[in-house]
């Protein structure tokens, strides 16, 4: 008989899939690799400081929610300094600069915290979310992305169409009534919520590879939109359940070999040329 947790973790590979599988072909023909960076630095940064105010109100629950608040914020404000006159790269190089800061203070506040409260699972809960345990999610932890993912999911295929051409002609977006910047805000704000969303299951450490990697393999193979697209879906598919197969005979953190296998085949990809 199959255990409950591994359907679990199944059902959450096939969710995250379908996102970064979407997701991982904009990031890459807009350019968007050095904002996962950003994100990155937003995720650890609401974590801690739903850590915080989770100690405070007794409810660890607040960590994802005050995570993908913070995170939304923080693109927001990057495509706010885009709009302004910046280039992407200092846009996030400002902003990460800021919120690093933030963190490393955050922690010390945390651990001041820690020390008059009483004792909560909060290294589970770090270690979780650095390495993305997804054996430890939850039924709730499941709903929650199950709908959140399908409520984002529908927003991006709904305007997939118009971040195609964001990417490729936004001048030509424009010429056609669309409005670029109001575009790229909405993209920002999908690829901040999707890593804000997905990050217990598969690790902030790991986060920006698996958004990045399949859709640069995706882009090596073909370039054709639609097989790009198909390709990215399916690597992703089938890296999440290999690994997390893997992962359950061999108790590794699914994440670690779900990023070493998108290494390898990258790398493969590369040497071949």
């Known amino acids: 008989m199959i255990p409950e947790y591994l359907i679990r973790a199944i059902l959450a590979s096939v969710m995250v899939s379908v996102l970064l599988g979407m997701l991982s072909p904009l990031i890459n023909t807009k350019g968007l690799a050095f904002l996962t960076h950003a994100i990155f630095h937003a995720l650890l940064f609401g974590a801690v400081l739903g850590m915080i105010l989770g100690l405070f109100f007794e409810n660890l629950e607040l960590i994802m929610l005050v995570a993908l608040i913070v995170t939304v914020a923080i693109v927001i404000i990057i495509a706010q300094l885009e709009k302004l006159g910046f280039s992407p790269d200092s846009a996030v190089g400002i902003v990460a600069s ?14 001041k915290v820690m020390a008059t409260r009483p004792y909560f699972p909060l290294s589970e809960s770090i270690v979780s979310y650095l390495t993305g345990e997804i054996f430890l999610i939850t039924l709730n932890d499941l709903t929650i992305l199950v709908l959140g993912g399908t409520v984002l999911f529908f927003v991006m295929l709904s305007l997939y169409r118009d971040f195609l051409y964001l ?10 009534g669309g409005k670029a910047r109001a575009y790229l805000m909405i993209l920002y704000v999908l690829v901040g919520a999707i890593g804000a969303l997905i990050v217990q299951t598969v690790g902030l450490i790991t986060l920006q590879v698996v958004a990045v990697l399949p859709g640069a393999i995706a882009l090596m193979v073909s370039d054709n939109i639609r097989k790009i697209l198909a ?41 071949r040329r």
């Open 98 to 111: 800021f919120v690093a800061g933030l963190t490393v203070l955050g922690f010390g506040v945390l651990y």
């Open 167 to 176: 990417s490729f002609d936004p001048e030509g977006l424009e010429s056609y």
């Open 231 to 271: 390709v990215s879906l399916f690597l992703t598919l089938g890296i999440q359940l290999s690994s997390v197969i893997l992962a359950y005979f061999t108790d590794i953190p699914p994440s670690g070999i779900a990023t070493i296998m998108l290494g390898v085949i990258y790398g493969s990809l590369l040497f």
